[in-house]
């Protein structure tokens, strides 16, 4: 058998223990993986690891359901995640505490610097499940209104839809002295995203620029007066797809 | 029970082996799957039927997972408990010290991300296409992640002793 023409990738040798192949390509693997020890073994560990990972857990879940799971299948029963929301929110708290100190020289005056006031904004009112906005999407007209009035220009939801993602709802926020908006909203998996507006410290327009902390991609510009932040604990290149939409929704 | 509800209910106990493996505690894990399903009922309109009910689940299961827990669960020391106190009960604690293997130990030292992924493939056989969309990340992605898992827990299987197979004696 020629060995040098049939090198096997790690992708191949995954795809075959998972089943992933096509006939043909299997039946060549199954050859090569005869003659050659090495890969022999590294497929059977592999398919070892599957087997363990079946057999471990099966037999630790193994017994009925828990009443509490039936309930909750038919809607009967509350969120488990106070407690765990109540955990996350001081772990938050801390990682963004010691961001903003790590970022204090970029602060200007008084303030945080958008991304981390967006940040912890985000990782405050996300995990909620009962109270993650004041005003509804049932209500966007008088929510638009209320927040432009108080921010003192017009602001409006933006329509995501486009990107999959539904208005929640939103809420007003104090940013230093001043008050400060956060859109929220989802979509049909529960993957939150939330969109921050305050008045830009230094009014100069910018591009698209990016931080990320505590798990959290941001997302964050200037555009004619107001600072733009979008935050959502999704990779950089979702999130800019995302802010170009929101971009456009503000100038149309 | 709708059709709704008893399609719901069939897939609990792959939901709860997923996030037992994925969690490491039996009562987070139970947490977590059961905030899934309240979410799931919740917006049972945006369910689409023709794609099945698993993979939606499991990206309800992901997003909270990653939304909450997964900032809880910093490298867990197994038998270490003191994370996660409310949610344990004394059966699950001799449940852990008596057969914990080192297996199951090599599998929690794993970052989060690279065991969703083993997991979703390895324990619940989901497609790798599948599991780039419930996870969020291109297929590549997903293999590279599941690569570097596999090497992790392959050290683990030479000259390992089979604790696995050790029951608590009673």
Sequence with gaps: MNHGNQKVTEDELQRFVDGELGEAQAERLSAVLASDEALGRKAADYREINRRLGEIYDEKTQGPIPARLLLAASGRSGSPLWHVAAAVLWLGVGAIIGFSLQNQRDADGFLRPLPVEAAFAHAVYVPE????????ASEQEHLNAWLSKRLDRP?????????????????????????????????????????????????????FLHAEKAGLGIVYWVDNGLAYALTAATGKDDLTETAKIVYREVNP | MTRFEILLVDEIPALRRYARALCGDIGQADDLVQECLLRAVSRRRLWISRKGMRPWLFTILHNIFVNTLSRQIRSPIAGSTENHEHAMTSEDNSDQLCTQSDFEKALLQLSSDQREVLLLVGLEQISYRDVAKIVGVPVGTVMSRLSRAREHLRKNLEGEV?????????
């Design chain 1, 129 to 136: 499940v009962r109270h993650p906005v004041e005003v509804g």
């Design chain 1, 155 to 207: 602001i409006a939801a933006p329509d995501l839809r486009p990107a999959g993602y539904a208005l929640i709802g939103g809420r007003l926020l104090p940013d230093g002295h001043r008050p400060a908006a956060q859109f929220m909203f989802e979509d049909a998996t529960g993957q939150r995203i939330t969109l921050y507006i305050r008045h830009a410290l230094d009014t100069r327009e910018t591009s």
């Design chain 2, 162 to 170: 089979k604790l696995a197979k050790i029951k608590c004696v009673k």
